[in-house]
């Protein structure tokens, strides 16, 4: 397959679905909100249209999306197997993060909004200024003339609910709220969603958090905020990966800090590495130090040693992007005037 360097329109997008018959649907590996939400939906989409359509995932669906409908259809393999005239890989920079064997040697689809996409695609829908792949999805949609489901507007609310924190970074847009009164219309339900999505975890969370915060370390005159979860805080806690959603982004809430820095292993795991920051700060450069990805105010990176060494290299770069966009810290740390950890 030869690639072109070439970004197309949600209308080539719409001709090469009418085109082709059996499909098969990916998003990235260890997915999120975004890959489950648009990847469901499309599918839906596709059964819709008359398609023959498989959703693969490298990955098992987490599992507070896994009661949704459509969830059950994806099918958890390393492996691309079978015949098929069509793949949409969503939610990829490349096509590697999928995750995924046996998507070299077909017409691929690429829709993605992450920065740095490398246009891997035959087909490529590129838009870094939507706010979650589901934008993206709901335009094609449209474009196809799918009506939009109860189950279809439940997936795309919540492709854009998530990958925004609740509406809270990202480029969010008029775009991204017409779409989503759109989703509304159609009965994705606003309040049961955001319930369903944040407040539905195990209380270990709550243990997990009160360890993770009294052992936080600030850097960079509490600009630069430094979380460690380690496996022995996630067995006492009786937690997951799962149940740590979200709580990098716990700092951000001060005034002072502008990037949080999670470092998070578990057991038989690569050392998971979560980096979160508010408006120029692009943590994203520093998580491809790391051969990672993601977003300006939000990306990932794994580890496969936790050698203390990666570790300060990787904080000592956070502390440099915030640097480079807001020029060096001056006067006293807050936290140097009032310790964080009350006195005995
Ligand atoms: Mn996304």
Redesign the pocket.
């Given at each position: 397959m030869t690639s072109k360097v070439t970004n197309h329109t949600v209308h080539d997008v719409c001709d090469a679905i009418r085109a082709h018959h059996h499909f098969v649907v990916v998003s990235h590996a260890r997915p999120d909100g975004?890959a489950v939400g648009s990847q469901v939906a499309m599918g839906l989409a596709l059964k819709a249209l008359d398609k023959h359509v498989r959703l693969i995932s490298a990955d098992p669906v987490p599992d507070i999306y896994r009661e949704l409908s459509g969830v059950d259809d994806i099918e958890v393999t390393s492996a691309v197997t079978g015949s098929w005239d069509a793949a949409i890989v969503m939610?990829c920079t490349e096509l590697s993060r999928a995750g995924l064997t046996g998507l070299n040697n077909g017409f691929v689809m690429n829709i993605d909004?992450h920065p740095g996409n490398t246009f891997f695609g035959d087909v490529n829908y590129f838009d870094e200024s939507a706010a979650?792949?589901g934008e993206l999805v709901f335009s094609v949609l449209q474009g196809l003339q799918v009506p939009l489901t109860v189950d279809i507007a439940t997936h795309l609310y919540i492709a854009i609910l998530t990958?925004t924190g609740s509406f809270h970074h990202g480029p969010i847009s008029t775009r991204t709220f017409e779409i989503c009164g759109r989703l509304t219309r159609a009965g994705a339900d606003p309040r049961a969603l955001a319930n369903k999505m944040f407040d539905q975890y195990k209380v270990g969370r709550l243990q997990v958090i009160a360890t993770m915060l009294s052992e936080m370390q600030m850097e960079d005159r509490d600009r630069v905020a430094v979380l460690t979860i380690d496996e022995s805080l996630l067995t006492q806690s009786n937690a997951t990966l799962d149940d740590l959603d979200g709580l990098v982004n716990l700092p951000l809430t001060t005034r002072t800090v502008q990037a949080a820095i999670l470092f998070k292993s578990a057991p038989g795991q690569p050392l998971r590495v979560s980096l979160r920051s508010k408006g120029d700060v692009n943590v994203r450069v520093v998580a491809a130090v790391f051969g990672g990805g993601g977003h300006v105010n939000a990306s990932g990176f794994t580890l496969e040693s936790t050698a203390e060494d990666k570790r300060q290299a990787a904080i000592q770069q956070v502390v440099a992007a915030v640097n480079t966009a807001l020029g060096p810290a001056v006067g006293e740390a807050p936290s140097d005037e009032k310790p964080l950890v009350r006195p005995e």
């Open positions: 975004d939610e909004h979650a792949c990958d």
